[in-house]
């Protein structure tokens, strides 16, 4: 019987070891410097296509748009093909710009990209690799998004207003907002930011109908 047991110990050994179980698959080495180079002309276009937009006329701004998306669609491949091989890259092998290179192409991105990464950025935010801020305004994205009420008030919109003014999204428990606010980093007020951005806020304010909601 020991014998007969040892035999089929042996055996399933020397599977294992065939199909390459054994031992754990060496991880994959990350080029750092070609993927900040990358990562910072993609900050650069994303930054620059959104240059002048106060300046668009109102029946110009459609166009607008469809440049934006377009180099927006080219910047995702790119960063999602990243994402995908290395998962979110720390900010202390890549620097400051390349990471926010990373974090506004995922931010401007349509609601199942964001909430496929936004774990893994939160998860680099509480390592010290990734900014508490950008964590928490994307956060306030995917709710935006989603049809809920924003955590740190720092998502405007223009969306289910009848007279197409910008406003600060609903927040849940706006009374604590510049506690959490500041609890992540972020200098200004939630009525400061809303002047920064020239929108109205209201701590009152309601939710639109599901119906109105972006995705």
Known sequence: ??????????????????????????????????????????????????QG??????????????????????NQIAVI?????????????????????????????????????LP??????????????DAAMMEDRLLMFEGEKQIYGTQATSMGREDGKMYIWPIKESEHVNERRKAVGFRVTVEE???LMNAIYNPEEALPEKKQVFH
């Open 53 to 74: 937009f106060d300046q668009v006329k109102e029946e110009d701004r459609n166009a607008f748009f469809r440049k934006m998306q377009r180099v927006d669609s080219v």
């Open 1 to 50: 019987m020991g014998k007969a047991y040892s035999m089929v110990l042996l055996f399933f050994c020397v599977l294992m070891t065939a199909c390459g179980q054994s031992e754990p698959k060496a991880p994959v080495p990350v080029p750092y410097d070609s993927l900040r180079a990358e990562l910072e002309k993609i900050h650069d276009t994303d930054q620059t296509v959104r």
């Open 193 to 195: 930011y809303a002047k």
């Open 81 to 117: 093909k990243m994402l995908e091989k290395y998962g979110w890259l720390p900010q202390s092998k890549i620097g400051g710009k390349a990471a926010d290179g990373l974090f506004l192409v995922v931010q401007h991105s349509p609601a199942p990209v964001i909430r496929k990464y």
């Open 120 to 133: 893994s950025l939160k998860n680099m935010a509480q390592k010290g690799e990734a900014s508490a801020t």
